[in-house]
């Protein structure tokens, strides 16, 4: 297919404009995405916007029953407003990772967001509110949450054991370590095959992650709890050096990584190219 000259010249600019980062892929009509033209757009927002400035729809295109639900409960506690949830409306084929819809006046806000998405891809339609549309592809994943200092992480200390005051002695050790223990007691469970087991509800995920550091082999037990209170049971096969030291005990630093661009960021050079030969 032949291009017009209108669409070398908006192929031209593209290429121009094109850096590698999170791809924007917008097309020639308002609220349709076309692999006629995608443009990459930086990686990160070039202004500072809060989450809990951020309103937005979580729709559910890969196909997993709930999952907007679910989604929508964790962008909550990360301060994301959410307007609404659902299946994605537009239909069709679903994006690989995530995509992200936006207006005119909504592209800082869509790249802000774009930071808590694995391999998000951006659109523009023809909105002209600030609200934002997460749609949920067949392999979405949202970035970790950093765990938490110390000192905003609630723990309960139980004693699945059989030596008493084994609660008290981790719950002190705990608290000169920055942490907030709640409570401290004994429980009727069994942990046979363990040392140290921390239970966890969704919302409480990166606290768990923040106390697993303080332990050797710890296993870590989802469950389900509203709240990010953790619990820290010790079993059978606790020992005192079960405790790493304090300089271990930190995270290890993540390594900043770009977001992937996507084939259709070639296709507008593609096509100048062919365009200019023909």
Known sequence: MRLTGTRVAGATVAVALALPALVSCTSDKPGHA??????????????????NTIHANVFNAGGKNGEAASIASQLTWRGVHIISTGNDPKGGQP?????????????????????????????QDD??????DVVIGT?????PVPPPKPSRVKVNVLNAFVIPGSASDLASTLRKRGFQVVKTGNTKEFFPDS????????????????????FKHPKLEKVHRSSATVDV??????KDHVIVPVAQATPTPVKSTKAKTSSCATTPAKKAAAATSS
């Not at 909105?127 to 934002?132: G, I, K």
């Not at 040392?195 to 303080?214: D, F, K, N, S, T």
């Not at 049971?233 to 606790?238: A, L, P």
Request: proline fraction near 6%; glycine fraction near 6%.
């Open 34 to 51: 076309s692999s006629e033209s995608c443009i990459a757009a930086p990686a990160t927002p070039t202004m500072k916007i809060a989450l």
């Open 95 to 123: 994006p690989k990772h995530a995509e992200i819809r936006y207006g005119a006046n909504g592209k800082e806000i869509a790249l802000t967001l774009a930071q808590q998405i694995k391999d998000a891809t951006l659109e």
């Open 127 to 132: 909105r002209t509110n600030p609200s934002v």
């Open 139 to 143: 392999d979405f994943s949202l970035v």
């Open 195 to 214: 040392a140290a087991v921390i239970r966890y509800g969704l919302r409480g995920e990166p606290a768990a992650r923040r106390l697993a550091l303080q």
């Open 233 to 238: 049971v010790i079993g059978s096969k606790w």
